[in-house]
């Protein structure tokens, strides 16, 4: 594994308490970026092929035994989430056991007990909208009225190309992850529309970038007007009782290739022939 940059960890977790969010500049290589994108690209645009209907889950088939299934929805005009198969190139251990993100994990939470419990991707298309403004996974309604000083669910997130407002850069109001109101959860897009609030923050992330999103933070994709699409992968790390609905299904090869550490945070995984 490639020399790994020098971060100040309790300065990265004090923004992330802080902020909601923490990026990792010039974390990943950028050729193992290119080289997931050469792979993701293809699988991608098969999705978008067959998402012929808004909203429709999707489940490409015809490849040959040795690969998984590729799944993906249409979510909204022209943005597709596609859930990232368990193989190479995307099984990277550079990034998904990166030394510096386990590290940061450990401080965070205080214990290396946790697992890997998703792996998708968000891929806003040229002609693509903004999102509503929204929250991720649901936590805030764990306990209503209590902000949560421990999250217990993380997205690690990559984008596979060089991301700014034109090909729609991801937008996050900071500081938002301990709001607690479920009166407000179903109408933040019209609240903020019309108050007085901290302005917005674009993620305009370079290749190689790795960051941290708490998924109580308030957030939206924003339109794509490049004539590219913007990929962007997600690992997710949750504690132990933090159930995912889809385990993370990887052939008996693949899993073999694990580390020891790896196969601690995968062992909720699927093995499938």
Known sequence: MAAQPDYDLDLKLAELKINGYVT??????????????????PLL????THSNTQGEDVEVRG?????????????????????????????????????????????????????????????????SEYQRWHRDAGISKLVPHVGLEVCPHFGIKFPLVDTYEENGSFEILPATQYLADPELENCYDEVLTKGDFPTARRLNLKKGTL??????????GT?????????????????????????????QMEYDK?????????SRCEIVE
Not at 45 to 48: F, S, Y
Not at 261 to 266: A, H, Q, S, T, V
């Open 45 to 48: 645009e098969e999705v978008k």
């Open 211 to 220: 960051w941290v999103q708490d998924p109580r933070t308030l957030h939206r």
């Open 24 to 41: 990792f500049e010039n974390l990943i290589p950028v050729e193992t970026i290119d080289r997931i994108r050469e792979a993701f690209l």
């Open 223 to 251: 339109p794509n007007r490049a004539d590219h699409p913007r990929p962007e992968l997600v690992i997710c790390y949750s504690l132990p009782w933090f159930a995912m609905r889809k385990p993370i299904e990887m052939t």
């Open 63 to 127: 490849h040959t035994d040795d690969r998984l299934v590729v799944e993906g929805r249409l979510q909204i005009v022209n943005r597709y989430t596609m859930y990232v198969p368990w193989e190479q190139p995307f099984a990277d251990p550079q990034i998904f056991e990166n030394p510096v993100m386990l590290d940061f994990l450990d401080r965070y939470w205080g214990t290396s007990d946790y697992h890997i419990t998703c792996y998708h991707s968000n891929n806003p298309y040229p002609g």
């Open 258 to 266: 694990l580390s020891e550490r790896g196969r601690e945070m995968l």
